[in-house]
T-cell receptor, first 114, second 117 residues
């Protein structure tokens, strides 16, 4: 069984500050990991994914995440927040060896303060 | 990149009527389609998984007779909410898995806001 825990349902940062959104996973097999962003009344857009290649994954809009097996973490970072980054962010895990769906975290609402 | 087109983006219907939501994969074959429901300020709740040409697999607690899913082709899946009631009002999102493999990820539709009055 897989699960994802996102620490902090709400995160606020100032414009230009570092963004750090935390994600820890639990999986019995090496997982695939994903970060998605959702703007109000829209679907989910893939930011980046880890599929057992490089542990530091770079995504769109300046985001990146590092897979740390020893910490079972896949935290999302961005060096400098923009107002347009304000949105809901979801971490998700899937088992590459099965046909199962993604398992989502509960989401983190990012607020960017001017 | 992969695109999933979901229509309509919003719909208002009267209680007791049925509503159909379509999801089309535009530039890839979606061997598996997932349907999610999302309540305000909450994460996505998986409703069902459908594979092309076979019956959908519903998650526990989801009424298969109320939420009819059809996945007749590799590019089209539909969700029909039958005899809709106000409690069915929600945001529905589809997601398609690229048939080329899990490494290609999952592509989401833009969602459908259903309001039953």
């Amino acid at each position: 069984a897989q699960s994802v825990t996102q620490l902090g349902s709400h995160v606020s940062v100032s414009e230009g500050a570092l963004v750090l959104l935390r994600c820890n996973y639990s999986s019995s097999v090496p997982p695939y990991l994903f970060w998605y962003v959702q703007y109000p009344n829209q679907g989910l857009q893939l930011l980046l994914k880890y599929t057992s290649a490089a542990t530091l994954v770079k995504g769109i809009n300046g985001f990146e995440a590092e897979f740390k097996k020893s910490e079972t973490s896949f935290h999302l970072t961005k060096p400098s927040a923009h107002m347009s980054d304000a949105a809901e962010y979801f971490c998700a895990v899937s088992d590459p060896g099965s046909a199962r769906q993604l398992t989502f975290g509960s989401g983190t609402q990012l607020t960017v303060l001017p | 990149g992969a695109v999933v087109s979901q229509h309509p983006s919003w719909v208002i219907c009267k209680s007791g009527t049925s509503v159909k939501i379509e999801c089309r994969s535009l530039d890839f074959q979606a061997t598996t389609m997932f349907w999610y429901r999302q309540f305000p300020k909450q994460s996505l709740m998986l409703m069902a998984t459908s594979n092309e040409g076979s019956k959908a697999t519903y998650e526990q607690g989801v009424e298969k007779d109320k939420f009819l899913i059809n996945h007749a082709s590799l590019t089209l899946s539909t969700l029909t909410v039958t005899s809709a009631h106000p409690e069915d009002s929600s945001f529905y999102i589809c997601s398609a898995r690229d048939g080329r493999g899990l490494g290609y990820g999952y592509t989401f539709g833009s969602g459908t806001r259903l309001t039953v009055v």
